[in-house]
Each structure stands twice: as C-alpha cells, then as structure tokens.
C-alpha cells in the first residue's frame, strides 16, 4: 500500500475496540454529464481518477454541490454529529441517527475522545456492468465495488487520527437529484496499539522466525482485520497474508491447538480477539441454561487460567468467553453477553 504521514498525537489508556460498521444499497443511474466528460473522455470506459486537493480539504472540482457535501460530512464526522450526518445518507437507506451514534461510539473508543479528521483519498469511479461493479484504483492499490447502476460515484476515505490510533470512514457519493448523497458507508480501526496492518504482519514474520506460529497467527490475523473492506473493497495485501498463514499455521491448526489446551471443554467458536492492552482469546461456549453471573465468571476464570499458563499462550493478555443458548449464532455474543479476564 501506498503509504501517507499521518498524525498522532499523545496515546492515552482508554480501552480500544474492534467493531466496526457497514452501509450499502442499490438505486437507479444518475450522472452529471459534464463531470463525467471531465474525469473520463471516453463515456463507456471503465475506470478510476485519484483526485488530489489543491491545498489541504480543497479540491478544484466543476461540481460545489460536491464540494460543500465533502465539507459537510468532513464536519460532521469531525464533531460527531450524528445527526447532521444522519441528514447525509440518501432517503434509501432509511438510515437512522442511532445507528450513526452507534459508530460514532465505536471511532471514539478507537482514536480517543479528541481527534483530528482529514481527508484521506478522494476517487472518481466509472463502473461498467460487464465488469461487476468493481473498479481497480492503482494509486491505492484498492479494488472498489461499487454501486450498482450509477455511471458516476465518489469514494471518499476519511481518516480520524486521535490520543488512541487511527480510524478511517470509507464512503461512497452518488447523485440523488441536484445534490450527492451517502449510498454505501463503513467506519474500521486502522491501527492497533500504534502500529498498522504492515507492521502487524512483519510482526508475524518474525514471529514464524522464532518458531512462534501461534504468536504469529494472532498477529497475521490482526493485520487483516484492519485492512477488511468486508463489501466495499479489497485490499490485495489481505489475500497474501490469509495465503501466507494457511501455508504456515492454519485456522484449523490455531483452533485444534486450543482444543488441546482446553482439555474436556468445547466451546462452539473459537477466535483471536482484541484487548486493551494487546491480543487475548474469544471463546464462546453453549449453555442449556441461564447460569448466574458468578457461574459464569467462576467458568471464564477456571478456563483463563489454564489457558494463560500455556507457554504457547504467554503473549496472551486476556481470555473472553462467550455464553450461548442453543440456537443462538456462534459468531455473535448471546443474549448472556460476555465476559473478559485479564491476566
């Protein structure tokens, strides 16, 4: 990836998160014809024009509407105004002001309570069916999937650098009439612990050099959850890694290595997670009944314990078990939600 400097000002102790969200629908084609002239001569060609700015957050581009929509959501992420935003998502979506809060929640707990917001790419986008809706931006290099049949769309990537690490909003514009509006919208981590994807992979391989494949598996898969772009697009760093770790220490091998250390237990999923202070192990078991709170930490605690003395698992900083009722999906916290113990 190309790489760009970015602020970070001092880190503080809040505890991070993970999650992250997704927005996309579908509409029917609307384009300026004038602009599509301006970025792309040839009408049925697909493609990808990076626009720079002029100067920082101002972009010479024949369009205001577009302009003043930059700054608007620029503002509104930059203050955290959910409702402002709210206003920005095309009528479509439905999109409501607490789901947008929601988010706002989840960047503020990644980069910290204040943050600076800038711009970070800025992509003019010519989609062709025949070509599935996914264009190849080379300045990146990024494969977006855009929305299906618009002629023209925007992506807008902004980044959110605060006390903790970085967050990044990835968005894209289409027309709705006379202004631009927000049709497909996702906010993710970008960095962990101050250190990003790149870092987090040449941490595993150093790992795999020590003959550490468990410490470099919980590394390699961090790198590529930060660089996820789940629908939106694709990163072709993420495939190597996941290539890369199935060649070395499979998801398989990570999974029947904790089995093993488990003893008689079998929880129903099992996965790398995130801590505040570094990697820790998710483990989501299935319960036939409710079990009071102290039985559920008295089990966490029982199964953290044994876990945490594994020399393999020394790099650990904490074990959260998960409980589910039957039927409940094993990927997602249950109603009994979940609890973490720290070593």
Not at 300 to 307: D, M
Request: charged letters at 20%; glycine letters at 4%; proline letters at 6%.
């Amino acid at each position: 990836m190309r790489k760009k400097d970015v602020p970070i000002v001092q880190l503080s102790k809040r505890v991070l998160a993970s999650m992250v969200a997704s927005f996309l629908f579908s509409l029917p084609a609307l384009a300026n014809p004038a602009l599509l002239a301006t970025w792309f001569p040839l009408p049925s060609s697909p493609g990808c024009n990076s626009i720079e700015p002029k100067r920082m957050h101002e972009y010479e581009i024949a369009d205001p509407v577009l302009v003043r929509r930059l700054g608007e959501i620029r503002t509104a992420i930059q203050e955290r105004n959910a409702i402002a935003l709210t206003a920005l998502f095309h009528p479509r979506l439905q999109m409501q002001a607490e789901k947008v809060v929601q988010v706002f929640q989840v960047e503020e707990s990644t980069v910290g309570a204040r943050h600076e917001v800038s711009d970070y790419e800025l992509w003019a986008l010519r989609p062709q069916e025949k070509d599935h809706n996914q264009i190849q931006c080379e300045s990146e290099p990024i494969v977006i999937n855009t929305l299906y049949g618009y002629p023209l769309q925007m992506a807008y990537w902004v980044q959110s650098s605060g006390s903790e690490d970085l967050g990044r909003f990835f968005m894209l514009l289409v027309q709705d009439r006379t202004t631009w509006r927000i049709g497909a919208f996702r906010f993710q981590r970008w960095t962990y612990l101050k250190k990003n994807a790149e870092g987090w992979a040449a941490a595993a391989d150093l790992a795999d050099a020590q003959k550490k494949p468990l410490e470099a598996f919980f590394q390699r898969d961090l790198a590529q959850k930060l660089l996820a772009g789940e629908t939106l697009f694709t990163l072709p760093a993420v495939q190597s890694w996941k290539e890369l770790q199935e060649r070395t220490f499979s998801t398989a091998m990570f999974e029947a290595q904790v089995q093993k250390n488990l003893g008689a237990e079998k929880p129903l999923y099992i996965a790398p997670a995130l801590s505040p202070n570094g990697h820790s192990l998710l483990l989501r078991f299935e319960i036939k009944e409710e079990w009071a709170s102290t039985k559920i930490r008295a089990h966490c605690a029982e199964i953290a314990g044994r876990a945490l003395k594994a020399p393999a698992f020394s790099f650990l900083q904490g074990v959260r078990c998960g409980y589910l009722f039957p039927g409940e999906p094993a990927a997602q916290d249950g109603k009994l939600g979940s609890v973490y113990v720290e070593r």
